[in-house]
């Protein structure tokens, strides 16, 4: 399922980032989650058209090497690397498949990748993926739906987004509709918000230690751009969160 409906969105998925929401809290927030990336390496699991796969090569990543499941998305990903060389390799490929590189990498990003997975067996499997392609102590770093996001709370609709449940269940949590309200045409997607001990689980299982939570934030550009009152809503009911653990 996922990847169809990835695969029918291709390089107008780009335009999630110029929302509110993605540009003043995801992206800072994630950005800053990560860190410093100079001289190491980094694997972009999920990597959709590359955009935080660009991100960390321009602040100074030695290697970036970014994957998706969806054919469409990897394409857009190689058409902009080829516009604005910055020496990113992409490939098509399903996390709950992949092989050992290789090399191991230094960090490991998961940006809407574990939500994706149909049960907790492939969370797993991919979590298992993932470790044994970075190296001792390298860092994993996800964001992704929070799991006990509060689907009555204020609308996310100010901020670019809905998020409604679809009323389906499944191993790891609630079935979740997502829909960018981009101009002129709303995009939605379906993935899933696992829930918190799911994470924890298949990650300390594959190996993972060290698991953090993170909130989201809001940039200070974000605030000076909008107000503090604008942004209210959304860090008391945050649709997102992220996560970090250590191999």
């Given amino acids: 399922m996922s990847v169809q409906q990835y695969d029918e969105i291709g390089e107008a998925f780009e335009g999630f980032k110029s929302l509110p929401l993605?540009?003043?809290?995801?992206?800072?927030?994630?950005?800053?989650?990560?860190?410093?990336?100079r001289g190491k390496s980094v694997l972009d699991l999920a990597c959709g058209t590359g955009f935080y796969s660009r991100e960390f090569k321009r602040r100074g990543a030695a290697d970036v090497f970014g994957v998706d499941i969806s054919v469409e998305m990897i394409a857009a990903a190689r058409e902009i690397e080829q516009r604005d060389p910055l020496g990113v390799r992409y490939e098509v490929g399903d996390v709950a498949e992949l092989q050992p590189l290789a090399r191991p990498f230094d960090i490991a990003l998961g940006v809407q990748c574990l939500n994706y997975a149909e049960d907790i067996a492939v969370m797993e499997r991919m979590c298992r993926n993932i470790h044994r392609n970075l190296v001792p102590g390298g860092e994993f770093f996800v964001l992704a739906q929070k799991p006990d996001y509060r689907f009555d709370c204020p609308s996310l609709d100010k901020y670019g987004f809905l998020c409604e449940p679809t009323g389906e269940e499944i191993e790891t949590g609630t079935r979740v509709r997502v829909t960018a309200l981009l101009d002129p045409q709303p995009i939605s997607i379906v993935s899933s918000a696992p829930r918190r001990e799911v994470y924890e689980e298949c990650l300390r299982a594959a190996g993972f230690g060290e698991v953090e939570w993170v909130p989201l934030t809001v940039s200070e550009a974000g605030i000076r751009e909008f107000g503090e009152d604008f942004w209210?809503?959304?860090l008391a009911h945050p649709p997102l969160?992220?996560?970090?653990c250590r191999a």
């Fill in 22 to 37: 993605m540009r003043f809290g995801e992206v800072p927030s994630f950005l800053g989650l990560v860190g410093d990336v």
């Fill in 232 to 234: 209210a809503d959304l």
């Fill in 241 to 244: 969160e992220m996560l970090r």
